[in-house]
Nanobody
Framework: QVQFVESGGGLVQPGGSLRLSCAAS????????MSWYRQAPGKERELVAT????????NYADSVKGRFTISRDNAKNTVYLQMNSLEPEDTAVYYC???????????WGQGTQVTVSS
């Protein structure tokens, strides 16, 4: 069965950095683009960043461009999100999944909480 295990979240001060990891299993990871999403309290889940299956195409939400970097290691079935210059508005639960044309391919994992606060 497909499983996503997100980790690396925590409490950080504004301007700080975190590196999130998502270990995927149960599907042929190298054949899928992967995305990071986030959901803040009271808001809908939103797309943060997407990386193509072999990493040759990357896209970011405007709100994180220049601050976040998505990467992947296909040998480890893992996707990463390096987050720099964090802002209180980045506070959310962060999830990974494989994006489909209209949604995502698989059920969601438990996510990892990121809290940016002084």
């Amino acid at each position: 069965q497909v499983q996503f295990v997100e980790s690396g979240g925590g409490l950080v001060q504004p301007g700080g950095s975190l590196r999130l990891s998502c270990a995927a299993s149960g599907f042929y990871f190298v054949r899928y683009a992967m995305s990071w999403y986030r959901q803040a309290p009271g808001k809908e889940r939103e797309l943060v960043a997407t990386i193509a299956s072999v990493g040759d195409s990357i896209n970011y939400a405007d709100s994180v461009k220049g601050r976040f970097t998505i990467s992947r290691d296909n040998a480890k079935n893992t996707v990463y999100l390096q987050m720099n210059s964090l802002e209180p508005e980045d506070t959310a639960v962060y999830y990974c999944n494989a994006p489909s044309r209209w949604s995502v391919y698989f059920d969601w994992g438990q996510g990892t909480q990121v809290t940016v606060s002084s």
